[in-house]
């Protein structure tokens, strides 16, 4: 068996959301640890499953919280590489009454961007039962060669591979740029999210079900489309199904689709099943999981503190 439920590589960075004004009016920020894959991983580890993270972060006191933050959470760091001629990556998260979000990075580039494939801890990927990527670390060198090569040692490990392409407009040259890079690697993978927004620049379909069926030609055996409030669309070779949402007053949107996502893998690696043998049943299973998971997180601030625990999950579910 497996050492790890689920390692991923990607992106850790500070969100620094959104905190409402001082007393003499200016505009204040809090300061969490974020990055899509790490978001994932956390949602994981409070789920009851054993993670571990491979990226970079800067030899600073945003990448000393980074870290510490990780293993707070039961993540393993092994692959997480410390670089001091890199400063860690920060995103500014403003936010929307409805707790929608507006990011702003300093990142040109930073360290995430820097990971490099020699860096790479490929003893862990290949000691992992799922091996998990975003599309962040798609958009500069060297970490996107860096990815492209964890992700054929995933494969020749035989691990289950994951994508949650997460397209940040200006991070981008353009969006015919994100676009290609991001669709590049849907052909390697087994399992793949995506928001409905997302659908367009990934398939050119704007529709969600066209889009997983687009997908699903592709080389994925499972897709799944977040709908916001709304839940879930989930396909198979089977066919497709929309999941519905747990009501939530959203407080703050941050790493809703991450912990959906996390959700949804810890429900797949508890089914003990490959990906080709999911049913439409299971995916639906799978992802009313992943919506309970959402539902809660984006009931507090941040992401990675909002990832709610097994029990309360298991409570909304009940």
């Known amino acids: 068996m497996p050492t790890y439920s689920v390692s991923a590589l990607g992106e850790l960075l500070i969100d620094f959301t959104d905190a409402g004004t001082s007393e003499a009016g200016g505009h204040l920020f809090e300061r969490n640890a974020g990055g899509a894959p790490a978001n994932v991983l956390v949602a994981l580890q409070r789920l009851g499953h054993k993670t571990a993270f491979l990226g970079k972060v800067g030899c600073d006191m945003h990448g000393a919280f980074l870290r510490r933050t990780l293993e707070e959470n039961g993540i393993d760091t092994t692959g997480l590489v410390s670089d001091p001629d890199a400063f860690t990556t920060l995103a500014f998260v403003q936010l929307a009454p409805n707790g929608e979000?507006?990011?702003?990075?300093?990142?040109?580039?930073?360290?995430?961007?820097?990971?490099?494939?020699?860096?790479?801890?490929?003893?862990?990927?290949?000691?992992?039962?799922?091996?998990?990527?975003?599309?962040?670390?798609?958009?500069?060198e060297p970490a996107r060669s860096a990815t492209l090569e964890a992700l054929r040692v995933a494969r020749e490990a035989g691990c289950v591979t994951s994508y949650d392409p997460n397209y940040r407009a200006n991070l981008w040259p353009s969006a015919e740029a994100a676009s290609e890079q991001m669709r590049s690697v849907v052909p390697q993978m087994d399992l793949m999210k995506l928001s409905d927004e997302e659908c367009e620049l990934l398939t050119g379909e704007k529709?969600?079900?066209?889009?997983?069926?687009?997908?699903?030609?592709?080389?994925?055996?499972?897709?799944?489309?977040?709908?916001?409030?709304?839940?879930?669309?989930?396909?198979?070779?089977e066919g497709g199904r929309e999941?519905?949402?747990?009501?939530?007053?959203?407080?703050?949107?941050?790493?809703?689709?991450?912990?959906?996502?996390?959700?949804?893998?810890?429900?797949?690696?508890?089914?003990?099943?490959?990906?080709?043998?999911v049913t439409l049943d299971d995916a639906v299973s799978f992802a009313r999981l992943g919506n309970a998971v959402a539902s809660l997180c984006v009931r507090k601030r941040g992401a990675i503190p909002a990832m709610p625990e097994r029990s309360e999950a298991e409570a909304l579910l009940a």
Do not use: M, N
């Open 243 to 277: 999941v519905p949402g747990f009501p939530a007053e959203a407080v703050d949107a941050t790493g809703a689709g991450d912990s959906f996502w996390g959700g949804f893998l810890a429900a797949f690696c508890e089914s003990g099943k490959a990906p080709a043998e």
């Open 101 to 140: 979000r507006e990011f702003s990075f300093a990142r040109k580039p930073d360290a995430d961007t820097r990971i490099t494939a020699d860096e790479l801890a490929r003893d862990v990927i290949a000691d992992s039962r799922v091996f998990h990527v975003g599309s962040l670390s798609l958009t500069d």
């Open 207 to 237: 529709d969600p079900a066209a889009a997983a069926a687009t997908l699903l030609e592709q080389g994925p055996r499972v897709v799944a489309v977040t709908l916001g409030a709304g839940g879930a669309y989930v396909a198979c070779a």
